[in-house]
C-alpha cells in the first residue's frame, strides 16, 4: 500500500547484503536476523564510529567494537571513515568527522595489518557457515507503529526506548544475557515458515526449535492465524506475559476482532500446567504460555550455552550439518582458564587463535550430562574460534601454556630511535630501563609515530621448554623483532607473545617497534594554532564537550598522552 510503513526486518531482507551500525548487540541483531531468517550470505557492518573522542581509540578499542559485531552474526566488516587524502596534502589529510580514522596518516596505521588478518581469520569462519539459533522471536513492530513519536520522523532500526518495559525487550535482553540463541522474525518472514519433524523451517531452510510471541498490544490476525496453523502442525509456540491484546489495524475490525477472540482461545484451551507454565497440546504441536521466559525455554527443553555465566561470550554457527563453530571472546577484565561446556557432545575440537594463526586439537572432556567440555586460556578481551567434530580430527595439540619459575627481567641498557612520524622525528635516547618517550621533552611529547626500543641479552640460564615475552605497559602496539626476525604484533590489550627456546640464541637482540596516537602531534597543532580542519561541506564535531571550541572539535587543552614501552619487560619461563 502506498505510504504504509515496513517493517525494519523486511527492508533489511530485501537487501542483498543487510547492514547494520552502533554498539548494541539488540541493535546489531536486526540486520544479522534478517540475514539468517531469509539466507544472506553476508551480514555487514557500518565499523568502530565514534568509540571514543577523535584520536583516541587504539587497535585494541577497534578489536572489542569489531568482535561486538561478530558476535551478534556480522560478518562482512565495512571500518567506517576511511577517508580519501589526495596525495601531498600536509599532515592530517582530510579527515572524516565521525570516526577512529582509519587510514594511512593515522600512526596506529603501522600496526592495523595484524588487527586486518585477525578480522579476516574469523570472517572466513564465519561466512563459510550458517546460522545455528533456536528460537524466533516475534518482533512487534505495531506496537511501534501505535506509538506516538516525540519527533517528526521516527527512525526504525532497532530496539530503542519504545521498547522500554515491553515483553519483547525483555525477552531479547534475557536471552542474550543466559545464552539463548536466537533471531527476530518479521510478520511477513512468519507466513513464509513451514514445520518439518517439530522443526520451523524458514525460507532459508534454516531450522528453529522453537516460536516466542511475547506480550503485545497488537498483532495482525493473519500472523496470529498462521503462528496457530504452525502449532498444529507440529511446532512448539511460546507466548510470554500474556497472549496479544488486539488485532492490528482498523479494517474490518469487528471481524477480526472475532477471529482474533478465537485465536486466544484456542491457544490456552485445556491447558496443563506446571510450575507456573501452562501448555495446550494443539494438533501436532503445542502452545506453551508464561511469564518467565527461561522457564517456558527450559520447559520446552531448549538448550543454552552456559559459558555465559562465566563471562565468556559466544556467536555458536553450523557447518556441513554436523560441525559447530564457535566464536568466544573473553568479556571480563581479568584472564580465564578453565573448562567450558558446549551444548552438545564432540568427539574432538578444533581450537584456533585468530590473532596469531595459531591452531591445534584441543583438550575436551565429557560432561556428566554428555555435552562436550573444552579446556581454554583466554586472556583479557582475546577471542578464540573453536570447532567441534562427531569423530577423531587427528590434529596437533593446541599448545597450552603455564608458568614453571621465575620470569627474567630485561632490565639492561636500551635505546630508543624514532623511525617515522612527525610533527619531527626526535633524537635518539639510550636509557637504563624502558619508560615512555614523553619523559625527554616537548619535542617527544609532541611526535606520533613509530619508534624503535632496542635491547641485547643472554639466553636465560633456566631450561624451559620457551619463555613468554611479556611486555608490561604498553602504548599503544608493538611489533616484535628477535635477532632480526619478525615475532608477532600486539594490539593489546594484554602484550603477550610465546617465544620457544630454539629461537633464542647465546646472544639477543630484542627490538620492540611501538606506534602511539595521533593525539599528541593533533593536540601540537592546536596549541600552535595550525589549521588543519579543511574539509568540504562539513564540519568537525567534538564528540566529548569538553573538546568543543567554537563549536568545532579542539585539542589545545589536551595533555601529552603517555607514549611508548613503558614495561616493565620480563621473560617468564613456561611449558
Not at 503462528?227 to 489495524?249: N, Q, R
Not at 482474533?260 to 494443539?282: H, M, P, W, Y
Not at 579543511?534 to 569538553?546: L, V
Request: charge should be neutral; proline fraction near 5%; glycine fraction near 8%.
Amino acid at each position: 500500500n502506498a505510504g504504509r510503513p515496513a517493517s525494519i526486518l523486511d527492508l533489511y531482507a530485501e537487501v542483498d547484503i543487510p547492514e547494520i551500525e552502533g554498539v548494541e548487540p539488540l541493535r546489531m541483531k536486526m540486520a544479522s536476523s534478517a540475514g539468517n531468517v531469509v539466507g544472506k550470505k553476508l551480514v555487514s557492518s557500518e565499523s568502530a564510529t565514534w568509540l571514543s573522542e577523535h584520536f583516541e581509540s587504539n587497535l585494541s578499542d577497534i578489536k572489542v567494537a569489531i568482535d561486538r559485531f561478530l558476535l551478534n552474526g556480522i560478518n562482512h566488516v565495512l571500518y567506517h571513515g576511511t577517508a580519501y587524502s589526495p596525495p601531498g596534502e600536509a599532515w592530517p589529510g582530510w579527515l572524516f568527522y565521525a570516526s577512529i580514522h582509519m587510514n594511512p596518516r593515522n600512526s596506529i596505521w603501522a600496526d592495523v595489518d595484524a588487527l586486518n588478518q585477525y578480522i579476516t581469520r574469523c570472517q572466513s569462519f564465519l561466512q563459510r557457515s550458517s546460522a545455528d539459533n533456536d528460537v524466533l522471536l516475534y518482533f512487534p513492530i505495531y506496537d511501534r507503529f501505535a506509538t506516538r513519536g516525540e519527533e517528526m520522523v521516527e527512525h526504525f532500526d532497532g530496539v530503542g526506548k519504545q521498547f522500554e518495559n515491553t515483553a519483547f525487550r525483555r525477552n531479547a535482553e534475557t536471552m542474550l544475557k543466559r545464552g539463548y540463541t536466537f533471531d527476530y522474525i518479521s510478520d511477513a518472514q512468519i507466513m513464509k515458515i513451514n514445520v518439518e519433524d517439530g522443526a520451523l523451517i524458514t525460507e532459508s531452510t534454516a531450522a528453529y526449535k522453537t516460536i516466542v510471541i511475547p506480550h503485545c498490544r497488537y498483532i495482525p490476525v493473519a500472523t496470529f492465524e498462521k503462528v496457530i496453523a504452525l502449532a498444529k502442525a507440529g511446532a512448539t509456540v511460546i507466548i510470554t506475559e500474556g497472549p496479544p491484546e488486539s488485532p492490528a489495524g482498523f479494517s474490518k475490525l469487528d471481524e477480526n476482532k472475532k477471529l482474533f477472540n478465537d485465536l486466544v482461545k484456542q491457544s490456552d484451551a485445556s491447558a496443563e500446567v506446571v510450575a507456573g507454565i501452562r501448555e495446550t497440546k494443539l494438533g501436532q504441536g503445542r502452545i506453551i504460555m508464561g511469564d518467565s521466559i527461561v522457564a517456558a525455554l527450559n520447559h520446552s527443553s531448549i538448550k543454552r550455552e552456559v559459558m555465559v555465566d562465566q563471562g565468556i561470550q559466544f556467536i555458536r554457527k553450523k557447518e556441513n550439518g554436523d560441525r559447530k563453530i564457535y566464536l568466544i571472546a573473553n568479556a571480563t577484565d581479568k584472564s580465564f582458564e578453565g573448562w567450558l561446556p558446549l551444548s552438545e557432545s564432540s568427539k574432538s575440537v578444533a581450537i584456533y587463535d585468530p590473532m596469531t594463526g595459531e591452531f591445534g586439537s584441543a583438550r575436551i572432556r565429557q560432561a556428566s550430562a554428555g555435552a562436550a567440555e573444552v579446556f581454554v586460556q583466554l586472556t583479557k578481551s582475546q577471542t578464540l574460534i573453536l570447532e567441534t567434530y562427531k569423530s577423531d580430527i587427528g590434529a596437533q595439540p593446541f599448545r597450552y601454556i603455564s608458568e614453571v619459575g621465575d620470569p627474567v627481567l630485561l632490565n639492561g641498557k636500551w635505546k630508543l630511535t624514532f623511525l617515522s612520524g612527525g610533527t619531527k622525528l626526535p633524537p635518539a635516547v639510550e636509557m637504563d630501563a624502558v619508560s615512555s618517550w614523553l619523559a625527554f621533552g616537548s619535542d617527544y611529547a609532541s611526535f606520533s609515530g613509530t619508534a624503535s626500543y632496542t635491547t641485547s641479552f643472554k639466553r636465560p640460564a633456566t631450561n624451559s621448554a620457551g619463555w613468554r615475552l611479556d611486555l608490561g605497559v604498553v602504548k599503544e602496539s608493538a611489533e616484535i623483532l628477535l635477532n632480526g626476525k619478525p615475532l608477532a604484533t600486539l594490539i593489546g590489550p594484554v602484550y603477550h607473545c610465546y617465544i620457544d627456546k630454539a629461537l633464542l640464541a647465546e646472544d639477543n637482540i630484542l627490538e620492540v617497534r611501538v606506534s602511539n596516537l595521533m593525539a599528541n602531534r593533533i593536540a601540537d597543532l592546536d596549541k600552535r594554532g595550525v589549521f588543519w580542519k579543511k574539509f568540504y561541506n562539513i564540519n568537525f564535531p567534538a564528540r566529548k564537550p569538553e573538546n568543543r571550541k567554537n563549536g568545532l572539535f579542539d585539542a589545545s587543552e589536551w595533555m601529552p598522552r603517555e607514549s611508548g614501552l613503558i614495561g616493565p619487560v620480563r621473560l617468564q619461563p613456561v611449558k
